[in-house]
């Protein structure tokens, strides 16, 4: 198994402006209930900087874990 290394912010300042744009887009973009599943891998993917198709293969456990902390912060 190989490993993925993740930038991960550690709080908002971390977030670059560029990202939180893209985040807003996919937000108008999807559905926020039909969607929430992709809504997630996006933004795992957006402020981690990790391709998608990586984000598809992480374990459910650390996937929640992720997501978790992005709502924290």
């Known amino acids: ?8 912010p550690q709080e908002l300042n971390d ?18 209930e039909k969607d929430a599943d992709m809504i997630s891998q996006k933004s795992i993917a957006i402020f981690c900087d990790v391709p998608m198709h990586n984000i598809v293969k992480t374990p459910l456990v650390k996937f929640d874990n992720l997501l978790m902390h992005l709502n924290d912060i």
């Open 15 to 32: 977030i670059k402006l560029r990202e939180y744009q893209e985040y807003a887009a996919v937000l108008n973009q999807f559905d926020l």
């Open 1 to 8: 198994m190989s490993t993925i290394e993740l930038k991960l």
